[in-house]
C-alpha cells in the first residue's frame, strides 16, 4: 500500500496539538486506508475519500447526539448545530477525546494513537492519586467542566437531564454512574434557576 499519504502520528500529537474535526478524520481514514489493498492511485485516493467522510459523517452525528465533545463548534451558516451545519475545517477537537471516542466505538487507532490514549489516561490518574483527592470530588469538578461546555452549546437542557447525559458519566464520571440527584446537586450552581429537572424559563 504506497499510494496514499503516511502520517507522522508522532508529530500529530506533539504537546499542545489540538486538531479540526476534518484533520482528526484525515489522520483515522489514512490509516484505515492503508489496510486495504489497492490497485492504483486513484481507487485508493477515492477509498481514502469515502472512509473520511463516513468517519464525518459519524462524528457529526455524535457531536448532534452528544456521543463526542467538542471544544468549539463553528457552523457553517446554519442557525442551530445540527450536523449538516457543522463546519468541520473550524470546529476543534481534543486529541485524547477523539482517540477515545474511536477507541469507545471499535474504531481502530494507529499504534500511536493508542500509545498515547494509554499514556494520558494513566498520567491523569497518576496526577490525581498525587494531589490525594477523593474519586469522588474528582467527579465532582470534571462532571462540572463538562456540563459547563455541554451548557455553552445547548443552554436549555434541564438539570436532571444534563446529569444523566453520556458525556457527564463518561467523561465526567469516568463511567461510575453516581445517583441522578448526587450529580444533579453537583451541577445545580451552574444553572440560574438551580430547580433540578425544571428548564430555565424565558424572561421577558
Not at 35 to 48: L, Q
Not at 133 to 138: A, D, G
Request: charged share 30%.
Amino acid at each position: 500500500m504506497t499510494f496514499l499519504r503516511t502520517y507522522n502520528y508522532d508529530v500529530c500529537l506533539a504537546t499542545g496539538k489540538i486538531w479540526t474535526l476534518v484533520e482528526a478524520a484525515d489522520y483515522l481514514a489514512a490509516h484505515l486506508a492503508s489496510k486495504e489493498s489497492w490497485s492504483g492511485r486513484d481507487e485508493a485516493f477515492n477509498g481514502f475519500i469515502s472512509v473520511r467522510d463516513k468517519l464525518l459523517t459519524d462524528m457529526k452525528r455524535e457531536i448532534d447526539e452528544g456521543g463526542l465533545v467538542v471544544n468549539e463548534v463553528y457552523l457553517d451558516g446554519a442557525a442551530e448545530i445540527t450536523q449538516s451545519g457543522i463546519d468541520v475545517n473550524k470546529s476543534t477537537v481534543q486529541p485524547y477525546i477523539f482517540i477515545n471516542w474511536a477507541l469507545a466505538n471499535d474504531i481502530e487507532v494507529p499504534a500511536e494513537f493508542a500509545k498515547y490514549h494509554a499514556r494520558k489516561k494513566s498520567n491523569k490518574s497518576a496526577y490525581y492519586e498525587g494531589l490525594g483527592l477523593k474519586r469522588s470530588t474528582i467527579h465532582h469538578e470534571r462532571s462540572r467542566a463538562v456540563a459547563e461546555l455541554l451548557w455553552s452549546m445547548e443552554p436549555g437542557i434541564p438539570i436532571a437531564e444534563m446529569a444523566r447525559r453520556d458525556e457527564i458519566i463518561q467523561y465526567g464520571c469516568e463511567g461510575r454512574e453516581y445517583d441522578m440527584r448526587t450529580v444533579s446537586r453537583w451541577l445545580a450552581s451552574l444553572k440560574a434557576d438551580r430547580r433540578p429537572g425544571q428548564p430555565r424559563k424565558n424572561r421577558d
